[in-house]
């Protein structure tokens, strides 16, 4: 954690300029009481930014000291109070370099002659006090450095790679740590243990140039809010005649008049860097919404975790399924976040750690989970190609405040996470545990299909299924309810070793409210389009309005079950009458 400490004599202090707190022995240095103020201030926020931060670095895929995080790092939603202690930071330190020089203490931390030539003093007192410059000036690099890294992965500046920034981010982390030894060092070896006294013993007011550093410190603030308020970007949503066809065509006449706009996402798995980047537009007829979405993805992945017959019977391939954290077997999928509360409400539904709330249960993955703490709910779509797309349609559902947990031990916790209303699901998982109970968690993927293919003929629509992750599948790899019938021993034994069964059985569209997003996705030449309607306004109360000022924001996954690319600062819906000539 950075500090800032002023030591003066007694001639650098103008005694018309300071009043004199409780007198304290002479043996002390001189600190006023600003110093103190902003040193702790800085402090405490450095202490918050280091420790929220590691949390998030924890939450990375392969991070080997991710285990101990996990006993030490902060919970919940470190990633807005990271965000917010950075700004606050900043701040601080802005504050303290108005003061130095409102102040007219600017020497404390001037590198003239005399301080350079004390570098090479002989005695240890003088040098070590002219070293401590120097390691103020590491700290002020180290924070400009950290400030400039974390504003460019806040800003997702496309054209520098978000690993490359997140790993100079953590470097530069680590290092403030190490600035913290050499800053104590430094004091002791340049003045034991009583140069570290006036740090926590001010003997001086000094009113005016304080309460200025203060009025730094919240402007600097308030202008970091502003400027992140005003550089959020729009999303046009121009008003059309003519409404586009929903069926992943991207080459639509009304898509080619409506404003792009790319959000460069990260940290997801499977994606190159962990990034993708999102190209977005949209257009409304008065009624109804339209969002044309396209991603890069060089695979189109349908194996939802099959199912495999062995020698020691079915088997679901898996590697991660069961704690949530499937990066293998999984089909692609987009999410879609809306809002019309806060910029922040992205920030804010994600809780990181094994166990956010002491209260309920944690993640089975141990990576978080996702809510709302403020009664608000969040409307968010999910599309799946293998669940939703072969019907039409994206999931339909929303983040709120967490829910009871279920008393079926084997039952995910989803926190705040629910769909909206329906009559039934539409996607049945076709499979069911050898051994019910939490135990069948630990077992190897050992399980009874639910549904068997009422004919051969129903596989041959997976075409050559390659359990290869990386390769690209071309068949339909889920079973359509009239292709299946119930399990049976005799059905099952008409079925040879190395069979591959879909794991998923789709029937009818159900009712309600989850259905109230029609969808269409279709992958060609390493590029997913997918196309959205909604209502503008569905009268539920699940479901965010699409209006002026709803916030935006979108995650791709590569293949994986959670660990889905994600952004922090959304678009900004705008609804405009007319269509705009371009």
């Given at each position: ?6 030591m003066?004599?007694?001639q650098?202090v ?8 409780t007198p ?6 001189r600190?006023d009481?600003p110093?103190?103020l902003?040193?702790?201030l800085?402090?405490l926020l450095?202490?918050?930014s280091?420790a ?11 991070v080997g000291?991710a ?20 700004w606050c930071l900043?701040?601080a ?9 409102q102040?007219?203490?600017s ?5 003239n ?10 005695t ?5 006090r002219?070293?401590n410059v ?6 002020f ?6 400030a400039?890294t ?13 690993s490359?920034l ?6 530069i ?8 030894l050499l800053?104590?060092a430094?004091?002791l070896m340049?003045g ?12 001086f ?5 304080g309460?200025?550093?203060?009025l730094?410190?919240?402007t600097?603030?308030?202008?970091l809010?502003?400027?992140d ?8 949503m121009p008003?059309?005649a ?6 992943g ?10 404003t792009p706009v ?6 997801g798995a499977?994606?190159?860097?962990g990034?993708a980047p999102?190209?977005v537009r949209?257009v ?5 919404a339209?969002f044309?979405?396209?991603?890069p993805d060089?695979?189109?992945s349908?194996?939802?975790?099959p199912?495999q017959?062995t ?15 499937e990066?293998?077997?999984?089909e692609?999928?987009?999410?879609v976040m809306l809002?019309d ?6 920030l804010?539904a994600?809780?990181l750690?094994?166990?956010?709330r002491?209260?309920r249960p944690?993640?089975s993955g141990?990576r978080?989970l996702h809510?709302t703490?403020?009664?608000s ?6 599309w799946m190609?293998v669940?939703t797309?072969?019907m039409?349609q ?5 983040f ?9 031990p ?6 705040g ?10 996607a049945?998982s ?7 109970g ?10 009874f ?8 003929d129903a ?12 390769a690209s599948?071309?068949?339909v ?5 009239n292709?299946a019938?119930?399990?049976t021993?005799e059905?099952d034994?008409?079925?040879p070793?190395g ?5 998923i059985?789709l ?6 409210d ?20 909604r209502?503008l306004d ?8 699409i209006?002026?000022?709803v916030?935006?924001?979108v ?19 705008e609804?405009?009458?007319?269509l705009p000539v371009?």
């Open positions: 954690m950075p500090t800032i400490e002023g003066e004599t007694a650098e103008a005694p018309s300029s300071v009043v004199p707190l304290r022995p002479r043996r002390f240095g600190v009481a110093t103190v902003l040193h702790w800085v402090s450095a202490l918050v280091f929220t931060g590691f949390r998030i670095a924890g939450d990375a895929p392969q000291w285990s101990v995080i996990a006993k030490f790092a902060p919970q919940g939603d470190v990633l807005f109070w990271h965000v917010v202690s950075a900043v701040s330190v802005t504050g303290y370099v108005v003061f130095l020089f102040a007219r203490v020497r404390r931390v001037s590198l002659a005399p301080r350079v030539k004390a570098l090479r003093s002989h240890r007192q003088v040098r070590w002219a070293i120097l390691i103020y000036w590491l700290a690099g180290l924070i400009g450095a950290a400039a974390g504003t460019l992965m806040f800003s997702e500046v496309p054209s520098v790679p978000a490359t997140a790993w100079l981010h953590r470097g982390a680590i290092s403030l740590g190490g600035f913290v800053h104590v430094g004091h340049g034991g243990w009583r140069a570290l006294m006036p740090i926590v013993l001010p003997r007011i000094r009113g005016r140039s309460a200025i550093a203060l730094a410190v919240g600097a603030a308030g202008l809010f502003l400027a308020t005003l550089t959020v970007r729009t999303l046009e008003q059309v003519t409404a586009p066809i929903l069926d065509d991207p080459t639509d006449p009304v898509w080619n008049r409506a790319t959000i460069q996402t990260k940290g499977n994606l190159p860097d990034e999102v190209t949209a409304q007829n008065g009624d109804d339209y044309l979405f396209r991603w060089s695979t189109r349908l194996k939802h975790v199912l017959k020698s020691a019977g079915w088997q679901l391939l898996q590697d991660g399924f069961y704690r949530n954290d990066n293998v077997f999984y692609d999928k987009f999410g809002t509360t806060s910029s922040f409400a992205a804010r994600i809780h750690g094994p166990k956010p002491d209260e944690g993640a141990g978080g809510y703490t403020d009664g709910v969040l409307d968010v779509w999910h190609a669940r797309n072969p039409g994206l999931e339909d559902g929303y709120g405040m967490p829910k009871q947990e279920s008393d079926n084997m039952d995910r916790y989803y926190a996470i629910g769909a909206d209303p329906a009559m039934r699901d539409a049945i076709n499979w069911r545990p050898l051994i019910e939490p135990a069948a968690r630990h077992l190897d993927g050992g399980v299909p639910r549904f068997l293919p009422n004919s051969p596989l041959t629509r997976l075409g050559n299924a390659d359990l290869d992750p990386t599948d071309s068949g790899w889920w079973l359509a309810i292709e019938v119930p399990f021993p059905m034994a008409s079925i070793e069979t591959i069964l879909p794991s059985v029937r009818e569209t159900e009712d309600g989850r259905i109230d997003v029609a969808a269409v996705g279709v992958w060609k030449d390493g590029i997913w389009t997918l196309e959205v309607r209502a569905t009268g539920s109360p699940y479901d965010v309005p209006t002026d000022g916030y935006l924001w995650s791709v996954f590569d293949h994986t079950q959670t660990r889905h690319s994600w952004h922090m600062r959304p678009l900004h819906l609804l405009t009458t007319q371009r």
